[in-house]
């Protein structure tokens, strides 16, 4: 395998950094075989549009046809495990005085590589709440393809999962902007930073003053605020790890 090389000055400043915001996408989680969203041939919305399943008013339309796709989706979890990319983000973690890491992803893969206490900040795809009262309701096997009942209102169960339209959890936010105001260094992994407000966070932290590395094999609108690393995250990130902490 090529050997990545990183700039000098990217590895002393972060070797030297005391506050970064780790902002990841679906791009990490593309190597644990998980489809994104944007990719025009394999992504999620290739097939579907958003406004069809991931908005508030499709699941007021037809509830059991968007239930079903986010069954499909937790079908399609069930032998997926973390790669390379999201081990290396739990190291840098660990390595750092002080990260925080943010994704916009609903996956799992996060916590299954010992990633402690991820900010998610467009909710969690095995959760559950009532689509009326709000109350959390219990995971569901992923079969089940009609949504259950809430047992306090009879409302019908929804992903807690935050749709189009519908605005942010504000405590994971508000962490989430306060990191990127006082980050040093902002790594952005495997992110089209096209979702807003999501998107606003390396965009805030550059304002400010700080450094953003970009990790993707494709070029995004963050290219021209952003040092960019060109490639897979599983394959640049242990080697960035490796470089700075050799
Ligand atoms: C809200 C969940 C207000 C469903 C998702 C400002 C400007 C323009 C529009 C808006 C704006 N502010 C708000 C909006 C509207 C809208 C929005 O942003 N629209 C955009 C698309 C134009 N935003 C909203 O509606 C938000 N809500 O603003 O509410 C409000 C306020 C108060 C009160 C009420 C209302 C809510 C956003 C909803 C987010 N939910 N979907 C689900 O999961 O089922 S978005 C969806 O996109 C996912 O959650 C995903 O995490 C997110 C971001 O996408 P990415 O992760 O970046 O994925 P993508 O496919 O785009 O890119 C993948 C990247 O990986 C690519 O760059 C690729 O090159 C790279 N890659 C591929 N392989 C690899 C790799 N990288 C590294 N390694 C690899 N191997
Ligand atoms: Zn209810």
Not at 211 to 220: D, E, F, G, I, S
């Amino acid at each position: 395998m090529a050997v990545v090389e990183f700039a000098p000055q990217l590895i002393e400043a972060l070797r030297a950094a005391e506050r970064v915001l780790i902002f990841t996408g679906a791009g990490v989680s593309a190597e644990s075989g998980l489809p994104t969203f944007r990719d025009p041939q394999q992504g999620l919305w290739a097939k579907f549009r958003p406004e069809d399943l991931a908005t508030p008013e499709a699941f007021a339309r037809d509830p059991e046809t968007v239930w079903r796709w986010y069954q499909w989706r937790r079908r399609m979890h069930a032998d997926v495990a973390p790669n390379p990319g999201h081990h290396a983000i739990a190291a840098l973690e660990a390595r750092l005085p002080q990260a925080t890491l943010v994704t916009q992803n609903v996956d799992r893969l996060h916590e299954l590589a010992g990633s402690a206490a991820p900010i998610h900040l467009h909710g969690h795809l095995f959760r559950n709440r009532c689509a009326d009262c709000g109350i959390a309701m219990p995971e569901v096997a992923p079969e089940i393809d009609t949504p259950p009942l809430c047992t306090s209102c009879g409302g019908l169960c929804r992903p807690d999962i935050v749709w189009f339209g519908e605005g942010l959890p504000a405590e994971p936010w508000e962490a989430a902007a306060r990191a990127a105001q006082e980050a040093e260094i902002v790594l952005s992994i495997g992110t089209s930073a096209t979702v807003h407000p999501a998107a606003e966070l390396p965009r805030m932290a550059h304002r400010t003053g700080a450094l953003v590395v970009q990790v993707n094999p494709q070029p995004t609108r963050l290219d021209p605020i952003a040092h960019n690393l060109r490639g897979p995250s599983a394959k640049i990130l242990p080697a960035l790890v490796a470089a700075v902490w050799p």
